[in-house]
Each structure stands twice: as C-alpha cells, then as structure tokens.
Antibody, heavy 127, light 107 residues
Framework: QLHLQESGPGLAKPSETLSLTCSVSGDSVNSRNHYWTWIRQPPGKGLEWIASVYYTGSTYYSGSLQPRVTMSVESSKNQVSLKLTSVTAADTAVYYC???????????????????WGQGTLVTVSS | EIVMTQSPATLSVSPGDRATLSCSAR??????LAWYQQKPGQAPRLLIFGASKGATGIPARFSGSGSGTDFTLTISSLQSEDSAVYYC?????????FGGGTKVEIK
C-alpha cells in the first residue's frame, strides 16, 4: 500500500530557503508511470500545484513559483524533495506530496490525476 | 494556464437530497478532469477521474459528468459524512490547475 510522508521544518523565517522531503513507501520513485508532486494549501484556502518530477529528473513547475522552486528525486532513499527560496508569509501553507499518473498526450508527456496524497506538513513563515 | 471556476462557493443540502456541483474551464479540457473531496484536517481524496470514472472505493452516490468546458459532480443522496470541500482539477495541460472549491454543508 502506497504511503507518502512529508517532513519539513514547521517554521521558517522570511527570506530563508525552505526544504521539504517526501518519503515514499509501497512504490518506487523510479516508477515509469508516475510523477511525484508537491501541492500546497494556505490556511483556509484552495489547492495550488507547485511542481512535479519524473524519475529521470524532468521537472514541471508552476509558472508563478518557478523562479524560486527546485524539485528533485533521490532514488537511493526513495524520496523526493522540494526547495523554495526567499520565503515570505505568503508561503505559509500545508504542503502535500502526491503521486500523479503520467500519460503521453499529443503535446508530450503530462500528468493525470493525483491518486494518492500524504497527510501534509504545515509550514509557517514568520520571524 | 487553464483557469478552473467552481460554483457555488457553498452549497447547503438536506440529508438524502441531491447535491449538484459545477466546474467550468476557460478552455476545453476534453474529459481530462478529476474531482477530489477534502474533509477538515485531511488531505484531499480522489473521487472521479476522466470526468466520469469513479475512483476505487468511492460510493456509487458520487458521479461525474461533462466534457469540454463544463462539468458536474453529483451526490445523489447526501449523507452526513459528505460534508466537505470539493475541488475539480484539469490535466489537459501543464500547469495542472484546480478550481477554487465548493463547500458542501449539511442543512
């Protein structure tokens, strides 16, 4: 059974770099059929897709966050990670790790639906 | 970016009644649309993919319909445990985008 477990600092200071890790069990981050994804949700608000990574290292980023975000795969640990630089209070959110199906569309590879989610980790940005 | 819009923002429905939630896309997404349910303090859960296909273990009272730009999630007979926020998500194109959500309350 697939289990995704997010971990993070809980509290970050403005201008710092936020580092999050998602540990995967019950599947391999080297799956050829899936992307691994970060999604966030500010308190009381909706869901925002941040980034997705394929086992080859190919990444897709939200346009608004792309200048500040990096996502990577650590195959030896069966983990994926997210780094978000220069955080502000607007980055305060629950950060979810999720598995995303992959298909080949006419325009190229793309994700499908999120079929499994971690429980999320709350990150508060405050001095 | 494909903008997804959900309506209404809040829906109050009596137990046993039908709940109808709407999701519209600014441009066609075909049937590349999913629905999720999120209860307070929990992660979202996949309900529907392919606009109308039920995910594993989802009760039959949940159904999806639509294609192109207009989609509907129907809860045929609302149960108390269906109180939640429901999100639609398109996967026609990167970036993947969600609607703003519809909160379903039990009247």
């Amino acid at each position: 059974q697939l289990h995704l477990q997010e971990s993070g600092p809980g509290l970050a200071k403005p201008s710092e770099t936020l580092s999050l890790t998602c540990s995967v069990s019950g599947d391999s981050v080297n799956s050829r059929n899936h992307y691994w994804t970060w999604i966030r949700q500010p308190p009381g608000k909706g869901l925002e897709w941040i980034a997705s990574v394929y086992y080859t290292g190919s990444t897709y980023y939200s346009g608004s966050l792309q200048p500040r975000v990096t996502m990577s795969v650590e195959s030896s640990k069966n983990q994926v990670s997210l780094k978000l630089t220069s955080v502000t209070a607007a980055d305060t959110a629950v950060y979810y790790c999720a598995r995303l199906g992959r298909r080949i569309a006419t325009t190229g590879p793309i994700g499908n639906w999120f079929d499994s989610w971690g429980q999320g980790t709350l990150v508060t940005v405050s001095s | 970016e494909i903008v997804m819009t959900q309506s209404p923002a809040t829906l109050s429905v009596s137990p046993g009644d039908r709940a109808t939630l709407s999701c519209s896309a600014r441009q066609s997404v075909g049937t590349n649309l999913a629905w999720y349910q999120q209860k307070p303090g929990q992660a979202p859960r996949l309900l529907i993919f392919g606009a109308s296909k039920g995910a594993t273990g989802i009760p039959a009272r949940f159904s999806g319909s639509g294609s192109g730009t207009d989609f509907t999630l129907t809860i045929s007979s609302l149960q108390s445990e269906d109180s939640a926020v429901y999100y639609c998500q398109q996967y026609e194109n990167w970036p993947l985008t969600f609607g703003g959500g519809t909160k379903v309350e039990i009247k």
